[in-house]
């Protein structure tokens, strides 16, 4: 999850209460989040700089503060400060207003349409009258690159620009040319740059190197320019040096160009809304018009709050507890969500721009969980509408989670030590390291992975535990390990794409083969499921019938049959796929799929 860092006393200016240590970390326990390190700016230099200085009495000290990986809205000390303000009933939730202008007074944006070649999408807002001091220039900055590092992907999906307005005369274009075409001064330098000459002297920046990558190879780059042909930004790189942001800037234009337009606007509305609590006009954001290349026009920012539906019974039932419906309007106030009853058991709530995480009911439940206190919350029984007493279903193990429990204790207790594997692994791992062959049929692939050990999600729970023993292969023989977990295939009948099924795989390696264990570990495990060995064919039982795996030695496998359905495959592992892995000794190994137990 990301971590925040505000400083404590300016925090606790912004939220106009003054805490310890202690009682801060239950207010963020309370709220959600976590007070992950305290800390001082001088302090981090030190560390960075393997300094043994003395620290000074006066050092400002820093919070770190992990927040929810999808709550946006709290990147920042601004938007931190305002949801604890909330929270603590220190003020009302805040309503955020577009200005009051005419469409002809507007700022225009026009998309020309060779920018779908590259990024086709630009929302675009305003902050007029904007008051910047240091700290609050500095959170500015700060909250860009924390959602470029987020949502942004790294600038891939979004990426922001701002602009110091009155050093730019609108209406703007957003275009896409040829890099020789494109000339400017970027950001921080003194000199001009033709595009395709400033890509090559990026390449040695360490910050902004990592970027090129999105649209150097592309016959266009997308370029933003004002009615004076001022070139504003070459996105996702980097802004001109003509238009930046000081600390004397009053009205800020904010630019998102993307590949994403849903993400753009989640954007957009995080950082105005953020920041619209310094402009001269409280809460209140100045729109502009954005002119797509078939002539249609958009307004942004997109203000607009979403009114969702969510009855009572949904929300006591899945939280366990007996609440009633002022209680419940209470709670949600205080997480930014405005409720309110539209019948006795059904609320409307009102979704604001800030809080872009809430998209199902389960939501809203999470949010009124957290308000009443997960600590509260205990094991007990509640009155349903009819006046019985239930447990919570909530409270109860999903099925196929207990059966995982029950199939783990038994194979432990058989003498197999568990391990826990990555779910992501190379696609050379899945496949041509078993002596399989990538059909496309089966493997879910990572469109963008960080690195080649995770491009696909395992098909296969036997390449983690190959690599487990290949990298424990010192290990005092024999080594038996077992996995119970998740894989991933494609399935076109799901709106996914695809489905997740629970696998158990085990593995004994030692002198010999171990043939026999593996055998009698699923006899085993086919025993305490009530499942008996049956002639091939009865579908009462399950049975065991030659297989052709090219993971498994040929003449040395199986497949189990469960109910006339393949369900799983042992045997001894195939001596090439031992040396793709480094393992010097012999191996077998099981894998079934226990969701058919069920």
């Excluded at 205080?334 to 539209?342: I, T």
């Excluded at 029950?406 to 696609?427: D, N, Y």
């Amino acid at each position: 999850m990301p971590t925040v860092s505000v400083g404590r006393d300016r925090l606790f200016a912004a939220i106009g209460k003054t805490y310890t240590q202690e009682e801060f970390e239950d207010l963020c326990f309370s709220f959600g989040i976590e007070l992950d390190d305290v800390t001082t700016e001088k302090a981090i230099v030190r560390k960075e700089k393997h300094l043994e200085e003395e620290a000074d009495e006066d050092e400002e000290v820093i919070y770190k503060i992990e927040i929810p990986a999808n709550r946006y809205d709290l990147l920042c000390l601004e938007g931190l400060a305002q949801a604890l303000r909330v929270f603590c009933g220190f003020q009302e939730i805040p309503t955020y207003k577009l200005a009051d202008i005419s469409k002809d007074a507007m700022l225009k944006m026009h998309v020309k349409p060779e920018t779908s070649l590259i990024r086709p999408f630009v929302v675009c807002a305003v902050l007029r009258g904007l008051t910047f001091d240091k700290a609050r220039y500095n959170s500015f900055i700060d909250l860009q690159d924390k959602l470029h590092q987020n949502i942004c992907r790294r600038r891939t999906l979004v990426a922001i620009g701002t602009h110091d307005l009155d050093k730019l005369e609108g209406p703007f274009t957003y275009e896409a040319l040829p890099p020789t075409s494109i000339n400017f001064t970027p950001l921080k330098q003194e000199r001009s740059f033709r595009a395709d000459d400033l890509m090559e002297f990026y390449k040695s920046d360490l910050k902004l190197k990592k970027f090129l990558h999105i649209i150097e190879d592309s016959p266009v780059y997308p370029v933003l320019y004002d009615s004076k042909r001022t070139v504003l930004s070459l996105p996702p790189i980097i802004n001109g040096a003509h238009s930046a942001i000081t600390l004397e800037t009053k009205n800020v234009f904010i630019e998102c160009t993307a590949t994403d337009l849903t993400k753009a606007k989640i954007v957009l509305n995080t950082m105005v809304t953020a920041f619209s609590e310094y402009c001269e006009n409280k809460f209140v954001i100045e729109p502009v018009e954005v002119i797509s290349s078939d002539g249609k026009s958009h307004i942004y920012p997109d203000l607009s709050v979403y009114d969702m539906e969510v009855s009572l019974a949904y929300i006591t039932g899945l939280i366990g507890v007996s609440l009633e419906a002022e209680q419940v309007t209470k709670f949600l106030n205080r997480m930014q969500l405005h409720a309110k009853q539209s019948t006795s058991d059904n609320f409307v709530v009102s979704v604001p721009p800030t809080r872009s995480d809430v998209l199902h009911p389960c939501d809203v439940m999470e949010d009124v969980a957290i308000a009443y206190g997960f600590n509260a919350i205990k094991d007990q029984a509640i009155v349903d509408n009819k006046g019985s007493k239930r447990l919570a279903a909530s409270l109860a193990l999903l099925p196929l989670n207990e059966l995982s429990d029950l199939i783990r204790k038994e194979v432990a207790l058989i003498g197999f030590t568990e391990v826990l594997t990555f779910i992501l692994c190379s696609k050379k791992e899945n496949f041509a390291m078993l002596n399989r062959q990538d059909d496309k049929s089966k493997a879910v692939i990572i469109g963008n992975p960080r690195s080649s050990d995770f491009e696909a999600v395992r098909t296969s729970l036997m390449p983690g535990i190959l690599k487990t023993v290949a990298h424990n292969k010192d290990h005092p023989k024999p080594i038996k390990i077992f996995e119970v977990g998740d894989i991933a295939i494609l399935e076109d009948k799901n709106d996914v794409g695809a489905k997740n099924l629970r696998q158990l795989a085990a593995l004994y390696c030692g002198a010999n083969a171990g043939f026999e264990i593996i055998h009698g570990l699923v006899d085993r495990v086919m025993e305490k499921n009530g499942i008996t060995f049956v002639s091939p064919g009865d579908k009462s039982g399950y049975y065991i019938e030659r297989s052709d795996e090219p993971e498994f030695l040929a003449g040395r496998q199986a497949r189990i049959i469960y109910q006339g359905k393949q369900v799983g495959t042992f045997g001894i592992v195939h001596p090439e796929v031992l040396n793709n892995f480094d393992i010097p000794d012999p191996c077998s190994f099981v894998e079934l799929n226990i969701e058919s137990f069920l």
